[in-house]
T-cell receptor
Framework: AQSVTQPDIHITVSEGASLELRCNYS??????LFWYVQSPGQGLQLLLK??????LVQGIKGFEAEFKRSQSSFNLRKPSVHWSDAAEYFC???????????????FGQGTILTVHP | NAGVTQTPKFQVLKTGQSMTLQCAQD?????MYWYRQDPGMGLRLIYY???????DKGEVPNGYNVSRLNKREFSLRLESAAPSQTSVYFC????????????FGPGTRLTVT
């Protein structure tokens, strides 16, 4: 079965600093990978996705992520963090359900980002 | 477009009471999902509906039932609420099950005392 690990429960950065949030996945085939962001009291919003092709994908709000098959990783990056980026971030892997043509998402535990002024 | 809407936003139940969480989407999506979110555990899939007329269990279905009322609406029912069901519940929809991005509602915060 597929799984997703986000090793960092909580990360604190200063405004203007660079950011990298880690995500490792376990899946037997080529994964479909996603990063979602959740602001306090809100639902989840899709930041970016990887299906195939270029391993560096660009998303909204200046975020990017790089798929590294050899490391089973899909880390999220941003060169300069803004105070409004403070939120919880979730990595997810999409997988096809066995014996069907349907799939589902498995989410990591989430990383809370705090931004200091 | 409103996207995915959920009602209610907040609810407090006593142990043993029942309630139904409502979800609707206006994006003409085929697939809909119910998740629960608990601290440190991410989101866990309760039930999903790949298409109108079908529903299937996810990771944590015990204590819940669902109804796909039509293409737009997908409800989650707690027949006899337990404190372990205290959580934030999210509904989501997608144009194809799982392999494409899911769109989430704002959530329902449920407390069972």
């Amino acid at each position: 079965a597929q799984s997703v690990t986000q090793p960092d429960i909580h990360i604190t950065v200063s405004e203007g600093a660079s950011l990298e949030l880690r995500c490792n996945y376990s899946y037997g085939a080529t994964p479909y990978l996603f990063w979602y962001v959740q602001s306090p009291g809100q639902g989840l919003q899709l930041l970016l996705k990887y299906f195939s092709g270029d391993t560096l994908v660009q998303g909204i709000k200046g975020f990017e992520a790089e798929f590294k098959r050899s490391q089973s990783s899909f880390n999220l990056r941003k060169p300069s963090v803004h105070w409004s980026d403070a939120a919880e971030y979730f990595c997810a892997v999409g997988a096809v359900l066995g014996g069907t043509s349907y799939g589902k998402l498995t989410f990591g535990q989430g990383t809370i980002l705090t931004v200091h002024p | 477009n409103a996207g995915v809407t959920q009602t209610p936003k907040f609810q407090v139940l006593k142990t043993g009471q029942s309630m139904t969480l409502q979800c609707a989407q206006d994006m003409n999506h085929n697939s809909m999902y119910w998740y629960r979110q608990d601290p440190g555990m991410g989101l866990r899939l309760i039930y999903y509906s790949a298409s109108e007329g079908t529903t299937d269990k996810g990771e944590v279905p015990n204590g819940y039932n669902v109804s796909r009322l039509n293409k737009r609406e997908f409800s989650l029912r707690l027949e006899s609420a337990a404190p372990s069901q205290t959580s934030v519940y999210f509904c989501a929809s997608s144009s194809r099950t799982g392999l494409y991005e899911q769109y989430f509602g704002p959530g329902t915060r449920l407390t069972v005392t």
